[in-house]
């Protein structure tokens, strides 16, 4: 089961430039292309001709031309022309309301008149100077909820990520129990890291402050940054306010489901900083979450082909780090359940 009435991230700004670009969302496909403006549309990629994909097409002015057998259509989605027809046949393309923002694009897969613009998250972007980031993308083998509720949990990156992330995050991601709190279509994490290590310098103890948001349908953002250490208890163990930051990082994570076992996960991390080495340092950075992601791909790769195998019915058992995930699988699963019965 899929949400439908969602934006969902097709990809980076940056990957869809003169040719059209096809993949497939919620079993949907898609074909994003620009027309000679740059303007972004985004369509059903399959023709009604032959069902080619028109993603495989060519960009011509403000028109796309399916380049299996020749039929053209216009922004609208309608065919405008088709070889040997005087008049071009009345028959159009499915459109979806497409959206650049915070350098993704976002696509609405229900229906039109409900595509409202400010249920997309609020993303970093990875065009700002001031805060350089890099970015990436894989492919799971795995049913988009596995993710989710890896990334509602980060509790596993003491294990998972024992040689990676922790150490480069310098903290105790086990022992230390955020904050979970639940707003409309997202929940929030905050929580510090008292006596955490400096990631530039592991012999410098700092405290920690790490909140991100996790909003449907799967899209995770987040925000670290430490301070010197003592800070957590001045600030009342509360979000920090009024001090300085030694370090920051950011990171911009989505999760689109391509089908019931498969699934999209782009990402991109970065700092906040403007130091002359800046590039580098991000540049470091990625290297680790690349390493990190492919650990998080094989545990859930290997976990979902034991689900698989199991029963959906059978007991879990629940431990305090599931408060997340399961708010998670609560919140998607009521606004399924809203849509269907629409
Ligand atoms: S499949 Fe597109 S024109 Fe034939
Ligand atoms: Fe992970």
Not at 96 to 108: L, Q, R
Not at 153 to 169: G, I, M, Q
Not at 265 to 291: C, F, H, P, S, W
Request: charged share 25%; hydrophobic share 40%.
């Amino acid at each position: 089961m899929f949400l439908m009435e969602s934006w969902y991230v097709f990809g980076w700004s940056y990957e869809v430039a003169e040719k059209p670009v096809g993949r497939v969302i919620i079993e949907q496909p898609i074909v994003v292309w620009r027309n000679v403006d740059g303007q972004i549309h985004a369509a059903e990629d399959r023709c009604p001709h032959r069902h080619a994909p028109l993603s495989f097409g060519r960009v011509e002015g403000n028109h796309l031309r399916c380049m299996y057998h020749g039929m053209t259509f216009n922004e609208a989605g309608q065919c405008v022309d088709a070889p040997l027809m005087a008049e071009a046949p009345k028959c159009s393309i499915r459109t979806y309301p497409v959206v650049e923002k915070d350098s993704w694009i976002w696509v609405w897969t229900g229906a039109p008149e409900n595509a409202d613009e400010s249920l997309i998250p609020k993303a970093w972007g990875i065009d700002d100077p001031n805060k350089p980031m890099r970015s990436h993308g894989i492919e799971y083998d795995a049913h988009y909820q596995l993710i989710h509720d890896n990334l509602c949990d980060l509790s596993h990156v003491d294990f998972v990520h024992e040689t990676t992330l922790k150490v480069a995050s310098g903290a105790d991601w086990s022992a230390t129990e955020p904050n979970i709190t639940a707003s409309g279509r997202s929940i929030k994490y905050e929580r510090w890291f008292v006596d955490a290590a400096l990631p530039s310098d592991t012999s410098v103890r700092v405290d920690a402050w790490s909140t991100y948001e996790f909003v449907v349908p799967g899209i995770f953002i987040l925000y670290g940054a430490r301070f010197p250490a003592g800070t957590a208890e001045k600030c009342g163990y509360q979000a920090p306010e009024g001090v300085t930051p030694l370090f920051e990082n950011i990171e911009q994570q989505a999760v689109t489901p391509i089908s019931e076992t498969k699934t999209a996960y782009r990402y991109a991390t970065g700092l906040i900083m403007d130091a002359a080495n800046v590039t580098d340092q991000v540049k470091a950075r990625m290297e680790v979450v690349i390493k990190t992601f492919e650990e998080d791909r094989q545990i859930i790769e290997a976990q979902q082909k034991i689900w698989a195998l199991t029963d959906p019915e059978m007991k879990k058992q629940f431990l305090p780090q599931d408060k997340g995930p399961t708010m998670m699988r609560r919140l998607m699963a009521k606004l399924i359940r809203e849509q269907e019965a629409r």
